[in-house]
């Protein structure tokens, strides 16, 4: 475990997609984990769960899937314009990370998964005629606001492999076939998942990051105003 302070580990915990095959010792798995159900969640309702695959098999399943889903993802970059704040060597950088992982996911020695139950929700039946008004607003509302249960976790798992020498990374691309990633896992009708984590030591250096200037991207007060530092 290094010792990192709070401000180093998050100003130099990148996205590390390119890792070593050697195993993680479980009890830092489990360190990552405890770290991760530290986070808030909607009305503490901790309805998170986290899927753990180290099962070379499994891991392959998983990097298939994953590979067939970047392709669309693949499609949808090239089609993209470049980000202003990116030079040509940034972007083909960050491609090429990208691309890395596309092939290499099911060869991370740990996969995690990050994932939700599905909250009940009341009947439209038990709620007074004023709210029933605005049902469909509130489901709406709800589905909205999901990922604030489980990506403050996420953050926290970043952030635990970064102080334990860890690299990792956070990608979504499987949603595009998480019917299929949920029946390798065998996950519940109600169990939606969230993100797809390599874990494990880094090929490549941690940080220091590369950001928009916060005059970009903070407002003072209103929109427009920006941010002076």
């Known amino acids: 475990m290094t010792d990192l302070g709070l401000f180093e580990a998050i100003h130099s915990a990148r996205s590390l997609r390119r890792l070593r095959p050697d195993p993680v010792p479980e009890v830092l798995i489990t360190k990552i984990l405890e770290a991760a159900i530290c986070a808030p969640s909607a009305g503490n309702a901790q309805n998170w769960a986290f899927v753990v695959v180290r099962d070379a ?15 669309i993802a693949a499609a ?7 980000p202003a704040h990116l030079t040509e060597e940034q972007w083909q950088r960050m491609m090429s990370s990208g691309a890395y992982l596309w092939e290499h996911m099911g060869d ?5 998964v990050p994932c939700l139950k599905r909250r009940d929700v009341p009947p439209a039946s038990a709620l007074s005629p004023a709210m029933q008004a605005h049902y469909a607003d509130e489901l709406a509302y709800l589905d909205r606001i999901r990922g604030a249960s489980i990506y403050p976790a996420v953050q926290n798992i970043i952030l635990a492999c970064r102080g334990l020498g860890l690299g990792t990374a956070i990608t979504t691309n499987h949603l595009r076939c998480e019917d299929e990633l949920k029946s390798v896992l065998g996950l519940p009708a ?15 250096k941690f940080g220091p990051l590369s950001r928009r200037p916060l005059s970009e991207v903070a407002h003072a007060d209103r929109w427009s105003v920006p941010w002076s530092t």
Do not use: H, N
Request: no cysteine.
């Open 57 to 71: 098999g499994q891991r392959r399943k998983l990097g298939a899937i994953y590979r067939k889903a970047s392709d």
């Open 76 to 82: 949808l970059y090239e089609a993209r314009a470049r």
């Open 108 to 112: 991370a020695p740990v996969l995690l």
């Open 190 to 204: 109600e169990v939606q998942t969230f993100a797809l984590m390599p874990i494990g030591y880094p090929i490549g």
